[in-house]
């Protein structure tokens, strides 16, 4: 089983739209997925009845070893909860959304500190939220480069079929071709590096 948990300590930047997005994807090409709701207030675990062919596990189950899939995602709460370093001490990959501004990028400090202090091989920071391509200015790279993890090539729009996700079993019950190769790219990414 490979263990993707997507973290930031900043709110809001779209790990439960990710995770819920991939978790989809990996479902749709065939692998046993499951999903671990991390975060107390639990909006994973409100929509997990409607996405198809994705079980949901509890972080007790998680840590006791007991989940029965090829892939496991992990969301997790922008709060540095008591158990977010044991789940990333049994995690291959970190995922790390962040939205392209200045201080969003400054904001991730936090969150690489975490990870540095855990033992997860290996992460990367995604671009989320992205509304053109000139919204990615040199001083946010610059910034994010800072932290010494690896920005994937794969950046995700803002896109209305990103927001609606939750209810359309992901952007692949949508109509959103854009969004839906943009999330395929990025499981790809990370597959790779996996
Ligand atoms: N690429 C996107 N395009 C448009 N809307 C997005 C995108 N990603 C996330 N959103 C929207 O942004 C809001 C926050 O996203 P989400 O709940 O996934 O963030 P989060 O990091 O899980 O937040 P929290 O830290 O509170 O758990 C939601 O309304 C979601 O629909
Ligand atoms: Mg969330």
């Known amino acids: 089983m490979k263990t ?4 930031q300590q900043k709110g809001g930047v779209g ?13 749709k ?14 909006s994973l675990t409100d929509i997990a009845d409607m996405l198809e062919g ?10 006791a070893g007991q989940v029965d899939a090829q892939v496991l995602l992990i969301d997790t709460s922008p709060r540095n909860d008591i158990e977010l370093p044991k789940l990333l001490a ?21 969150t690489a500190t975490i990870l540095k202090a855990s033992s997860v091989p290996k992460s990367g920071i995604v671009l989320n939220q992205v509304q053109h391509r000139n919204s990615v200015t040199r001083d946010v790279l610059d910034m994010l480069a800072k932290f010494d993890i690896p920005i ?7 896109r209305v079929s990103y927001t609606r996700s939750a209810m359309t079993n992901g952007v692949f019950g949508s ?15 990370i597959h790779y590096h996996l």
């Open 4 to 7: 993707i948990t997507i973290l």
């Open 15 to 27: 790990k439960t739209t990710l995770t819920l997005n991939l978790a989809l994807f990996f479902a």
């Open 29 to 42: 090409e065939g692998a046993k997925v499951a999903i671990c709701d991390a975060d107390s207030q639990g």
């Open 54 to 63: 994705v079980d949901l596990v509890s972080v007790e189950r998680v840590l």
């Open 90 to 110: 049994i995690t291959d990959y970190a995922l790390l959304p962040v939205r392209p501004g200045y201080l969003d990028a400054l904001a991730m400090k936090a």
């Open 152 to 158: 994937l090539m794969t950046r995700i729009g803002q």
């Open 175 to 189: 109509d959103d071709e854009k969004a839906q190769q943009e999330i395929s790219l990025l499981a790809m990414e």
